[in-house]
């Protein structure tokens, strides 16, 4: 059932697409398919396209002379490389054009009680990224986590300087829930932003998690849900984007 007319007539496009980091990480797609999602994020100028390390320099190319962030992920998709090599992972990624880092932090350290070991882990993306004026996302993987366990991953994500906390990297069996969503919010600052990923397929979707304090998305459906959004505009226009969307969060 589609939300209040009232409730559309508040936002504008731009504030939707600028809640979409468009999401191109399934292994199998190939460059023909990554230049496509590059230029229907461009096309719907979203927040940023999320590409795998390996095509971080192309994303850049396609995208710069746009107000579309290229961004990719460390530590993808356990967590579980050593701290070293995630910040070497920041290092290289940024170093060929990306400004956002979404990182997944060690998943099975947290289950251990290791907290320590978690926000060093952060905390040293965060310092290579910030040094390089970057945000850093955390991918807690909640599918895996008790809601004990996603409350110290938001206080730890937070004491570490990161910039988002974010519900999973769409790998695992399931994604942001609204439960999840909500406690995420609770238990950060307004200081940190709060990511929803896996399963926000369609524009009521989207809304959903706005009205629980969500200011970004992972989205693969990134045409279906704008051209929706135009189409219930009042005297909005259908328009139709050259341009396959794509999937893989």
């Known amino acids: 059932m589609n939300p209040p007319r009232a409730s559309i007539e508040k936002l504008s496009e731009r504030m939707i697409a600028k809640t979409i980091d468009h999401s191109l990480l399934r292994p199998e797609l190939d460059d023909a398919f990554v230049e496509d999602g590059c230029r229907l994020a461009a096309a719907y100028d979203v927040a940023s396209v999320c590409v795998r390390p390996v095509d971080v320099r192309r994303a850049a190319g396609f995208l710069a002379d746009t107000d579309v962030a290229v961004g990719t992920t460390i530590g993808f998709p356990h967590g579980n490389h050593q701290t070293a090599t995630k910040v070497a992972e920041a290092r290289a990624a940024l170093a ?34 910030h ?9 807690f993987e909640n599918a895996y986590l008790t809601d004990d366990e996603k409350v110290r991953a938001c206080h730890l994500s937070e004491a570490a300087g990161a910039d988002f906390v974010k519900t999973s990297t769409g ?3 399931s994604g942001a829930t609204h439960d999840d969503l909500r406690l995420m919010r609770a238990n950060v ?3 940190v ?3 929803a990923a896996g399963g926000v397929r369609t524009l009521d979707d989207l ?43």
């Open 96 to 129: 060929e054009g990306a400004t956002e880092l979404d990182m997944v932090l060690q998943i099975g350290a947290l289950k251990s009680g290791r907290d320590l070991d978690v926000g060093a882990d952060i905390g040293a993306v965060v310092e290579v990224a």
């Open 131 to 139: 040094s390089a004026g970057a945000i850093v996302k955390v991918i």
């Open 171 to 173: 790998f695992a069996s």
């Open 189 to 191: 600052s307004p200081r």
């Open 193 to 195: 932003q709060v990511k």
């Open 207 to 249: 809304l959903a998690v706005m009205a629980l304090g969500v200011t970004r998305i992972g989205a693969t459906q990134t045409k279906a849900i704008i051209d929706d959004f135009r189409a219930r505009k009042v005297g909005g226009t259908q328009v139709t984007v050259a341009a396959s969307d794509s999937e893989g969060y």
